[in-house]
């Protein structure tokens, strides 16, 4: 069993549709959770950071975490065609050495006019 | 958020050789990072690199096939040595700042 569980998609939604995207992760000792945006042909893109459970709210993204049921989400709002891309999410148990990152598969999403 | 730099940004080479991947970084960081991201597959750790040590491998890589060099706080080198199909990927170096890792725009290679 993989570490991070994270669907491949494709995910295709309309134009200003709710996009849901989620994880699964076996591993308790995860306290750091993020989401990268990877277009094709760049880099990972740094979107969300969130340590531990709770909320995070930033413009049409939100980040879940749910430590108690291992479930991490990324929620997109009014989704646009820009926003079309993989999305991977990432976790660690720690900062500074304790750093290292373990990334689900990704999720492709399509976001169509 | 970090400005991070990578050469080449691509490159195709022939079984047996090697390539030297170069990572450059806007300003000082105490920890880079080399993942490999295969296709179809996630992002995979290679190695952890620390300025003035000798680089820290992940279970499945080792210094012979992948050499690291830290010479300093804003570069590091990345190795594929003897190079054959199944190492075929997108390199792509990070940086550590405060909580969150930033990414370079990686290096993809195909050898034949």
């Known amino acids: 069993q993989k570490e991070v569980e994270q669907d491949p998609g494709p995910l295709s939604v309309p134009e200003g549709a709710i996009v849901s995207l989620n994880c699964t992760y076996s591993?308790?000792?995860?306290?750091?959770f993020m989401w990268y945006r990877q277009y094709s042909r760049k880099g990972p893109e740094l979107l969300m950071y969130?340590?531990?459970?709770g909320n995070k709210e930033d413009g049409r993204f939100t980040a879940q975490v749910d430590k108690s049921s291992k479930y991490i989400s990324l929620f997109i709002r009014d989704s646009q065609p820009s926003d079309s891309a993989t999305y991977l999410c990432?976790?660690?148990?720690?900062?500074?050495?304790?750093?290292?990152?373990?990334f689900g598969t990704g999720t492709r999403l399509q976001v169509t006019l | 958020s970090a400005v991070i730099s990578q050469k080449p940004s691509r490159d195709i080479c022939q079984r047996g050789t090697s390539l030297t991947i170069q990572c450059q970084v806007d300003?000082?960081?105490?920890?880079m990072f080399w993942y490999r991201q295969q296709p179809g597959q996630s992002l995979t750790l290679i190695a952890t690199?620390?300025?003035?040590?000798?680089?820290?491998?992940e279970s499945g890589f080792v210094i012979d096939k992948f050499p690291i060099s830290r010479p300093n706080l804003t570069f590091s080198t990345l190795t594929v040595s003897n190079m054959s199909p199944e190492d075929s990927s997108i390199y792509l170096c990070?940086?550590?700042?405060?909580?969150?890792?930033?990414f370079g725009p990686g290096t993809r290679l195909t050898v034949l």
């Open positions: 591993n308790s000792a995860f306290q750091y």
């Open positions: 990432a976790m660690s148990e720690g900062t500074g050495t304790a750093s290292k990152l373990t």
């Open positions: 300003s000082q960081v105490t920890m």
């Open positions: 990070s940086v550590d700042r405060g909580n969150e890792q930033f």
């Open positions: 969130t340590y531990s459970s």
């Open positions: 690199a620390n300025q003035g040590s000798e680089a820290t491998y």
